[in-house]
């Protein structure tokens, strides 16, 4: 069993800043790729960035330049700081984690999910 755990959601102006933090704890072998999704009302999940333990990077186009992702692998924790935030921002950020929890096993987990939204 795996538990991913994110905060620092909120309300923030355009322009704005927060950051997100997601940590990941209860059976866990090794963490490769974690990542952070998002969910829009109306819309799909889709990718916002993800990192993998060495440290490889991936984003989103839509957040190139204003979102950094980056990882303690010696705290299972990972944090996006986003800045330059717009309206078209806001959704509900959810924390996604790839864990091997022992050599044989492996499981794909997801956070609760924490609401960011941008106000013009």
């Known amino acids: 069993q795996v538990q991913l755990v994110e905060s620092g959601g909120g309300l923030v102006q355009a322009g704005g800043s927060l950051r997100l933090s997601c940590s990941a704890s209860?059976?866990?072998?090794?963490?490769?790729?974690m990542g952070w999704y998002r969910q829009a009302p109306g819309k799909q999940r889709g990718l916002v960035a993800t990192?993998?333990?060495?440290?490889?990077?991936n984003y989103a186009d839509s957040v190139k330049g204003r979102f950094t992702i980056s990882r303690d692998n010696g705290k299972n924790t990972i944090y996006l700081q986003m800045n330059s935030l717009k309206p078209e921002d806001t959704a509900v950020y959810y924390c996604?984690?790839?864990?091997?929890?022992?050599?044989?096993?492996?499981?794909?987990?997801w956070g609760q999910g924490t609401q960011v939204t941008v106000s013009s």
């Open positions: 990192i993998t333990s060495g440290g490889s990077t």
């Open positions: 996604n984690a790839d864990v091997r929890t022992s050599i044989f096993s492996r499981t794909n987990s």
């Open positions: 209860g059976s866990i072998f090794s963490i490769n790729r």
